[in-house]
Structures are given as structure tokens and as C-alpha cells.
């Protein structure tokens, strides 16, 4: 999925660095986890991940690419009784949620030309195709008939699926005024493969849905805390209200503000996105974790300085152990510059700040 911040790209370069530092696997924390590349990416090496984010759609993602070990069959009954089958595929469970009825639902009617304001997030074919499968999910799940990963799975999917259609330039803050080629496509519900443990020692991975600091609290002493907090204003419910919709749903339904339909969203603000808030985060997060090894993704246009993250990593562990590792890389633009904003080129250097305990 398009993500800001998704660190897909940077996956070789981190476990090089876990390499490099001698680190072999144990238990790690990945708390702002978003699309959760990097716990996928260590539990495929042999790290049982605990993930967490304060986003709902991270959670389902979570899920999906982290805490499920392997792809879940669906009951038969998903497709009205009229089956003979016990059980169902993934793939046929989608091909159920793709042959529905379309419906005008919350979508439709707000983030559609359909609906009153006019927003052009989904052509009215697909909002209608979204609104039904959404509430099939929702349905499904208050029926009983599919339990929690699976039904995060499936909201991964339709996240992920709306997603290729959404008309938009890669973030939720604003639609396009015109209809985009990808964006006239079919909603087209591919499956998403979870991660199947390769070692024993990557069983028991888990999702949680909220603050990283109470996620480091609920795991306790692990080996491996990885960082990947936002580093600028841009605050991640702003930018992806649509995709956190669909996976919060809208039972009841929220009201919506603006001219692109935000929801509230005053719980998922992040005090790393703040200027005169983010150092102390660092610090606070960095006193309540008990962690033998933190590294920290960060990028030289962050709101924190690289002096003030030595200072907090040097205070909070083994002040000899601070390293820094650097790699540059070419940025995910999600829009571009404006008036508010100069990027400064198109290449980023990405440092990964690291400490010991003793
Ligand atoms: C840079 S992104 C992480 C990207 C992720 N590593 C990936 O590869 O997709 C930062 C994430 O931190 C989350 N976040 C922000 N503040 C948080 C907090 N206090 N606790 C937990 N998550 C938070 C945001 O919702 C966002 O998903």
C-alpha cells in the first residue's frame, strides 16, 4: 500500500544492520508498525514481532502481514446458506465479497459524486462495490461467522483493494477533480499473503491497536525495539481518514467535517508530529521500554535533530554503544512541493540511530 513513512524499500538496509550489530533473533516490538513491512520483515528472520499502532487500518494490516501465521479458511455458510461446501478458500471468501450486490451506503453517499458534497475519493461503482463488502465484513463478524484475523484480513484486503482504486495522488487529504485511469478500474479484491513462521521462534506474533507507549508497557523485557515514529506535521489521520473509515467502519455512523470528509480523529494525533512535543516523546518512550537493543528509523528532515536523539539515546543506554548507520535513498513523493513545503531533491538520507542497554 501507498504509506508515508513505508519502509519496504529500507528493509535490506535494516537487516544488514541488525546483522552487522550481531543481533540473532528473539522477541521484538515494531509500535508505530503502519503498513507493517518491518515486523513482517523480522519475523520472516526468525523474530517473534509484537507490532502496534494507533491506527485501526495499521491494525488490520498488523494482522494480516504479522500476527497471522498462515492463510485462514472461511466457513462455507459465507455464501447465504446456499453452499454445500464446510469451508472456503481466502480467494473464494473475495470472490463472495466481489459478487455482491452493490449498495449505496456511507461511502457512496459521502466520498462519491453520488452523495450531496460531491467528493470524487471513488467513482459511485465502486463506492457502492466498498459499502457492500464493508457491511458483509461487519455482518459476517457480528453473525459470528468469521472471528477477529480473519476479519482483519479481509478488511486488509478491501483497504488495500480500495486503495488501487481511490482517486487520489497517493494520500486521503485531498481527491483529484478528474477521474484518474486507475481510479475508472474495478474494485478488485486481491488476496494479501500472510507470513508463514520459517523458525519456531517467530510464532506468537501479535497486533495491537494503540500508543507506543503502551505497547511497550503490555510486552515487557524483549530484545529488539524498532522505532519508526513520524518525523514531520503531518499528522497520519489527515492524510489517511478513508482507509481508517473502512477498518473502524461506521456503526454509528461519524460525523464527517470538511470539504474532504474527515472523521474525528482527535485520539489518533500524535504528539511525534509535533514540534514543541516530539523530543519529549522520544525521551518518555525511551524511559518506559525495557529493551536490550533500540534502533530508531529516522530521516535528516525530521523535527528532531540529530544531536537531540544522540543525547536521549546516549542517557538511555550504554553511552559507547550509540552508533549511527546511514543509507540514502530515493523519497516516496505523495504530492509536491507547494507553499508550504520545499522537499529539498529527490533523494533522502535515512539514518538508523542505535543503542545498547547494559
Ligand atoms: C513512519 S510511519 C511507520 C511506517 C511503517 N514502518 C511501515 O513500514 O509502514 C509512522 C506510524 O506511526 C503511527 N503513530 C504515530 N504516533 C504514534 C504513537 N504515539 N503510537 C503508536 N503509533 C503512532 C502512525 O499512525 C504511522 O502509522
Not at 543481533?23 to 509484537?50: E, I, Y
Not at 494525533?269 to 529493551?291: F, I, K, N, Q, T
Not at 513523493?333 to 533523494?347: E, F, K, L, T, V
Amino acid at each position: 500500500m501507498r504509506y508515508i513513512g513505508n519502509k519496504t524499500k529500507l528493509v535490506p538496509f535494516l537487516l544488514d544492520t541488525v546483522e552487522t550489530l550481531g543481533l540473532s533473533s528473539g522477541v521484538a516490538c515494531d509500535p508505530f508498525s503502519g503498513t507493517g513491512s518491518v515486523g513482517r520483515a523480522l519475523k520472516q528472520n526468525g523474530w517473534r514481532v509484537h507490532c502496534g499502532d494507533l491506527m485501526a487500518a495499521s491494525y488490520a494490516y498488523q494482522v494480516t502481514r504479522v500476527e497471522l501465521d498462515r492463510t485462514p479458511r472461511f466457513p462455507g455458510a459465507l455464501t447465504g446458506g446456499s453452499g454445500r461446501r464446510r469451508y472456503l478458500s481466502y480467494k473464494a471468501a473475495l470472490r463472495v465479497l466481489s459478487a455482491l450486490p452493490p449498495k449505496t451506503g456511507f461511502i457512496t453517499q459521502h466520498y462519491t459524486p453520488a452523495g450531496a458534497a460531491g467528493r470524487m475519493y471513488f467513482t459511485p461503482e465502486n463506492g457502492a462495490a466498498i459499502d457492500a463488502a464493508r457491511e458483509a465484513i461487519a455482518s459476517w463478524h457480528s453473525e459470528g461467522l468469521i472471528d477477529r484475523p480473519r476479519e482483519q484480513l479481509l478488511l486488509a484486503t478491501l483497504i488495500a483493494g480500495a486503495d488501487r482504486v481511490a482517486n487520489t495522488t497517493g494520500v486521503y487529504a485531498s481527491y483529484v477533480k478528474s477521474w484518474q485511469p486507475n481510479a475508472r478500474r474495478t474494485l478488485d479484491l486481491r488476496p494479501i499473503r500472510p507470513t508463514v513462521p520459517r523458525a519456531e521462534s517467530a510464532l506468537g506474533c501479535t497486533a495491537f491497536r494503540g500508543g507506543a507507549e503502551a505497547l511497550v508497557a503490555r510486552v515487557g523485557a524483549i530484545d529488539l525495539l524498532y522505532l519508526d515514529p513520524p518525523y514531520n506535521e503531518r499528522q497520519y489521520p489527515g492524510y489517511y481518514h478513508l482507509p481508517e473509515l473502512l477498518a473502524q467502519g461506521w456503526d454509528p455512523p461519524p460525523p464527517l467535517r470538511g470539504k474532504t470528509g474527515l472523521i474525528p480523529d482527535e485520539d489518533l494525533r500524535s504528539d511525534w508530529c509535533r514540534r514543541g512535543r516530539c523530543e519529549e516523546a522520544l525521551r518518555s518512550l525511551l524511559g518506559a521500554v525495557d529493551a536490550r537493543h533500540i534502533l530508531l528509523s529516522y530521516n535528516d528532515e525530521g523535527l528532531l535533530s540529530r544531536e537531540s536523539i544522540e543525547s536521549a539515546f546516549r542517557n538511555a543506554g550504554d553511552p559507547d554503544s550509540y552508533r549511527v548507520f546511514t543509507r540514502g535513498y530515493r523519497r516516496y513523493r505523495s504530492d509536491s512541493d507547494g507553499p508550504d513545503r520545499r522537499y529539498r531533491g529527490d533523494a533522502v538520507r535515512e539514518r538508523l540511530y542505535y543503542v545498547r542497554r547494559p
